[in-house]
């Protein structure tokens, strides 16, 4: 009946049930406060349902902010672990705990913090800055979201029910195979990897079509905002990488659950095919999640700097090309694998061809800033962080994609420093000053700038602690996914200055966190008294009111250069008529919701081998995805009048300001 | 805002210059087709990695029978040819849709359902003739990626089965109406990269693994 699933799967170990515990107590804090609130109609209304990207995208976010508690809390565990487990003591970790710990780190940090992330400011950003009320796919768009959230909550069922993955965040076979992790581990890690990995791919067809189909009029390739054309240099990636993952994935699967050979050590299985096809997906993921990050520190220096973007054009190949080379370049990951000199040369060089692109996007954002008048606002404060850590993460990098170089320090915790530099001080530091910069455009008011700057020195300086003593461990010799090392390796001070590093980062997110909600509930003060336009903005976005209407733009705008804001402020563009039209948006459907409930049924019943579950689930999704697409397509109207009546409202808000 | 309510003011809008029906607003038709024609190309890729490990692995028989051992080159031959041939009174349908006449469009679907049928009937029989003579995907890594590489395709045309019977049933209720005929467009999109895809899977599997 139950599969596998028996009383077992709920027994932890003792350091485990705290988490555990707080985390039911917080869901049912959550739901008790909803229902005192009485505010479950509005939930489903306005949020569970919607198919508006606006409002998708603060899901994500909000999905992002509770995976990075989470990947965080794994992150501190490590660093608490190693500061402590030295000579005679073992810390408070089994090892087979800390394994979990860490590949649950790696698992959520990748595919549910950063995925989400892009995502999420990609439904925020990209319409508003293309000119187009709605994506391409509403639908899809919301089906992508669901099936990422039901990955992401599958990892937290892995926290209740059973235990998760030990064999690291890409699960390498042997190890992941049915022989030497035959427990529910890995099945946990497989299905929510592979459903949100087909959120993934779903939505970014739709932002692909978005991007080419729906661009105001007069909006060329060549005028489009540069966070819309790093997304456009995403997307395909996204395209053609996930694909990858998903028949890996099934793959492991098929050896898993059916006895194949794909991976298997005997049967005439090739594990390193594995490797292979993994970062033949995954290295295309680093850039994934990068570029998009590149976007929005190119919308950001530009703003601040009152100076266009230094070199658009270079920009945008620079882009292309990264997007291009991120695909040959998966082999210096695994040099040691032992492929020829001749194949591991031809991967060193694409490798340290990504330099010189990379290098053109510093130069144009320091010519930006050149002769420009800098503002010292929180989000040019992260990207002079992210540009100190980039750039030097960047050269370790190029140190890394030496063979000779990667065989000494391959594993070691030089590496785990160098990608740490890039998701951190780049992924994580752009996604924080994206944060900050368009915030007040979906709420109406500003992240209170105070307590911005504190918890951005905390990270930076708790980054450099908690980050620079790794190298030093790694040429030290010290690996990566150490739960335990001996005295005599002299490690032990670089372990606990970085425990304190990772405790002042700690700090750091707190304050964050405090100041999320400090702001909401002192928005009155924070108000953007702009009503929409807070940082003299050069791009779409800002033209329109905070937060933006239902349908984005009352009338479609039309442009005939870069940066068609500032060409209106200066006039140099005519002042758009304000001619309104009946708006037609999609209606609202559960179908994502529960196409998004059964997938996680579906990959809890495949986690344990509940064959009855796993068939009906399976059978439920495929009826939603029938009557789905067998309705017609429903539009609400927003009339003339309504329109003209919610423009007025905007109109009254901002007078009652002067 | 308003009651929801279902748009059908195609008789303000122009016809659409490739189907010669009417477009509903926002150009839903040529995203809809941009979109799926990225959708292929996402699942070209899902089939390109098992193509690489069916390249890889189909050396590897553990002591096993090989491709030579294994394979009919009729049985595949004739699986090749109804499936085109399935392709093509697919096509016809399409054309009995741009002509508007529901009762040819639904009788060819009917035809091309039947070949798919027939064709997925085939490659079960091969797969149980193989799995009775005990070389199952347990045997070898050879018959682990053969039979994935081979079944996933199957696995596809099973569900273009599944989705033609949907969609007969949406044009025997609706008639070809923009949005029946622009998921009827969709599904022919889909059934012929089947047909290309198998094409790939003749040539590599079948044809070179026999001669």
């Known amino acids: 009946m139950f599969g596998r699933l028996t009383l077992d799967a709920f027994k932890h170990e003792s350091s485990q049930n705290g988490a555990v515990f707080s985390m039911l107590f917080g869901a049912i804090c959550l739901i008790g406060l909803i229902s005192y609130l009485k505010r479950w109609k509005w939930l489903w209304n306005e949020w569970l349902t919607t198919v508006d990207p606006k409002r998708i995208g603060i899901m994500y976010i909000v999905v992002v902010l509770i995976m990075f508690l989470k990947g965080f809390g794994d992150a501190i565990m490590i660093r608490l672990q190693q500061a402590m487990s030295v000579g005679d003591s073992h810390g408070f970790l089994s090892s087979t705990h800390f394994q979990e710990v860490f590949s649950s780190h790696g698992t959520t940090m990748i595919f549910f913090v950063a995925m989400g992330a892009i995502f999420g400011l990609m439904n925020l950003i990209i319409p508003l800055q293309i000119g187009a009320r709605d994506v391409a796919f509403p639908f899809l768009n919301a089906l992508g979201f669901w099936l990422f959230a039901s990955g992401a909550f599958l990892t937290i069922v892995s926290l209740t029910i059973g235990s998760f993955s030990t064999a690291g965040w890409l699960a390498y076979p042997p190890l992941s195979g049915i022989e030497y992790s035959p427990n529910e581990g890995i099945d946990y890690w497989i299905w929510a990897v592979q459903i949100a990995g087909v959120g993934s791919t779903l939505s970014g067809i739709n932002f692909l079509v978005t991007i080419l189909k729906m661009r105001c009029p007069g909006m060329t390739l060549m005028k489009m905002p540069i966070f819309t054309w790093s997304a456009l240099c995403t997307m395909p990636l996204v395209v053609l990488a996930f694909p990858i993952l998903t028949a890996t994935l099934y793959m492991l699967t098929l050896d898993r659950y059916l006895g194949m050979h794909f991976f298997t050590v005997d049967g005439g299985g090739n594990y390193m095919m594995y490797v292979n096809l993994i970062w033949a997906w995954g290295h295309p993921e680093v850039y994934i999640i990068m570029l998009p990050m590149f976007g929005v520190f190119s919308e950001i220096v530009p703003t601040f700097s009152e100076k266009r973007l230094f070199g658009y054009v270079s920009m945008v190949w620079a882009l292309i090309f990264i997007a291009f080379i991120s695909f040959i370049v998966w082999l210096h990951h695994f040099f040691t694998m032992g492929a020829s000199p001749t194949v591991n040369v031809f991967f060193a060089i694409m490798t340290m061809i990504i330099a010189i692109p990379t290098g053109v996007k510093i130069f144009n954002w320091l010519f930006t800033k050149f002769r420009g008048r800098v503002h010292f606002t929180s989000p040019m404060l992260w990207f002079f962080a992210f540009l100190l850590n980039f750039t030097f993460a960047g050269m370790t990098g190029i140190l890394l994609s030496s063979p000779p170089v990667d065989f000494q320090v391959h594993n070691s915790l030089f590496l785990i420093a160098h990608f740490h530099g890039m998701a951190i001080g780049g992924v994580l530091f752009g996604f924080f000053a994206a944060f900050t910069y368009w915030f007040p455009k979906f709420t109406g008011f500003f992240l209170d700038e105070t307590l911005n700057r504190y918890a951005f020195w905390c990270w930076l300086s708790g980054f450099l602690l908690a980050f620079m003593p790794l190298y030093m461990l790694g040429f030290m010799g010290a690996t990566r996914r150490l739960d335990h090392y001996d005295a005599s390796t002299g490690w032990h001070p670089l372990f606990v200055i970085v425990g304190i590093g990772a405790f002042i980062i700690l700090i750091g997110a707190t304050i964050q966190f405090f100041g999320l909600f400090w702001s909401i509930i002192n928005r009155k003060k924070n108000w953007d008294h702009t009503g929409g336009d807070p940082w003299n903005g050069r791009t779409l976005e800002w033209s329109i009111s905070s937060p933006p209407p239902i349908y984005n733009f009352a009338v479609i705008p039309t442009v005939d250069q870069l940066d068609p804001l500032w060409a209106i402020k200066r006039g140099e563009a005519p002042i758009p008529q304000k001619r309104y039209e009946n708006i037609y948006l999609p209606i609202n459907t559960p179908m994502g919701l529960y196409i998004g409930i059964f997938s996680l049924i579906f990959g809890f019943a495949m986690t344990w081998h509940i064959w009855w579950l796993a068939i009906v689930s399976f059978v439920s999704i495929l009826v939603c995805v029938i009557i789905r697409l067998s309705g017609e397509d429903e539009h609400e109207i927003i009339t003339v009048a309504q329109v003209k009546e919610i423009e007025a409202a905007h109109a009254r808000r901002m007078k009652s300001y002067e | ?211």
């Not at chain 2, 509903?24 to 699942?43: A, P, R």
């Not at chain 2, 697919?90 to 639904?106: H, I, P």
């Not at chain 2, 199957?154 to 949907?166: A, D, K, N, P, R």
């Open chain 2, 1 to 211: 805002m308003n009651k929801p309510l279902t748009i059908h003011h195609q008789d303000t809008l122009e016809l659409n210059p490739d189907t010669h029906l009417p477009d509903l607003h926002q150009d839903t038709f040529s995203k809809t087709t941009q979109g799926f024609w990225m959708y292929l190309m996402t699942d070209s890729l899902l089939f390109a990695t098992l193509f690489c490990a069916y390249a890889i692995l189909h050396t590897e028989t553990f002591d096993g029978p090989s491709a030579q051992d294994l394979f009919s080159l009729s049985t595949a031959f004739t699986e090749t040819m109804i499936l085109l041939l399935s392709s093509v009174t697919c096509g016809f349908s399409m054309m009995a849709a741009l002509r508007n006449k529901k009762n040819q469009v639904l009788a060819w679907l009917g035809v091309s359902f039947l070949l798919g049928a027939s064709f997925v009937a085939i490659e079960l029989t091969e797969f149980t003739q193989l799995v009775q003579d005990g070389n199952s995907w347990q045997r070898s890594a050879f018959l682990s990626s053969f039979f994935t590489l081979v079944s996933t395709h199957g696995m596809h045309v099973s569900f273009g089965l599944l989705g033609m019977i949907v969609m007969a049933a949406q044009l025997f209720l609706l008639g070809v109406t923009a949005t029946t005929f622009r998921r009827l467009i969709t599904f022919s999109m889909f059934w012929h990269f089947l047909d290309l895809v198998w094409i790939f899977i003749f040539t590599f599997v079948y044809l070179m693994g026999v001669v």
